[in-house]
């Protein structure tokens, strides 16, 4: 696609359920990142992956967050349990060709846990 | 931990005024960029400072790095109301991690 994907758009889960937000990124970029923004705030990293390989997840707050991208393309973010403190815009970029260092946003997955 | 400060959080000002809004770090950046968000939607990528000193403009938009690489400025001239948005600085290092500032909030009134 033109640009980054991402469904649900809104989520709204009840305390302890488990979530999983979906990811397209624009067709070729290698890399994918996941970053969690809390109103109010700037975006904070989560993940960071170069096609199907996890370089990076010093980000994911607890072992109830879980991210794939089993084949290099589509990304999954899992939260499992999920808690009122998971409440957050989930937003996914992709990045081009390497030496171009410019993240493309998806417009966001809105997590409400109540 | 990088930590990029951005100033004033909030900012609100009339059309035709100008403003400029800081981001600040004790670290050193490989590079940083301004994005633009507005709600509902994710950032933009409206520019990338790499050396020192730059100064790069973009319509009624100049950008600026610090010398030491470590703080970045924007500047915008005569503000209209499609401005409105909140801007983020982000850090980039040479491993291509980008660190997020918490924005400013600017709000141009008509």
């Known amino acids: 696609g033109a640009g980054v994907s991402q469904s649900p758009r809104y989520k709204v889960a009840k305390r302890g359920q488990d979530v999983a937000l979906r990811c397209d990124p624009i067709s070729g970029h290698v890399s994918l990142f996941w970053y969690q923004q809390a109103l109010g705030q700037g975006p904070e990293f989560l993940t960071y992956?170069?096609?199907?390989?996890?370089?990076?997840k010093s980000g994911l707050p607890s072992d109830r967050f879980f991210a794939e991208r089993p084949e290099g393309s589509v990304s999954t973010l899992k939260i499992q349990r999920t808690q009122q403190e998971d409440s957050a815009v989930y937003l996914c970029?992709?990045?081009?060709?390497?030496?171009?260092?410019?993240?493309?946003f998806g417009a966001g997955s809105r997590l409400t846990v109540l | 931990t990088q930590l990029l400060e951005q100033s004033p959080q909030f900012l609100s000002i009339q059309e035709g005024e100008n403003l400029t809004v800081y981001c600040n770090s004790s670290?050193?950046?490989?590079?940083l960029q301004w994005y633009r968000q507005e709600p509902g939607e994710g950032p933009v990528l409206l520019v990338t400072?790499?050396?020192?000193?730059e100064v790069k403009k973009l319509k009624r938009l100049t950008f600026q790095f610090g010398d030491a690489r470590k703080d970045s400025s924007l500047h915008i001239t005569a503000a209209q109301p499609g401005d409105t948005g909140l801007y983020l600085c982000?850090?980039?290092?040479?491993?291509?991690?980008?660190?997020f500032g918490d924005g400013t909030t600017l709000t141009v009134k008509p």
């Open positions: 670290s050193v950046f490989s590079s």
């Open positions: 970029a992709s990045r081009g060709p390497r030496g171009a260092n410019v993240l493309t």
């Open positions: 992956f170069q096609n199907e390989a996890q370089l990076d």
């Open positions: 982000a850090g980039n290092t040479n491993a291509g991690k980008s660190t």
């Open positions: 400072v790499v050396t020192g000193g």
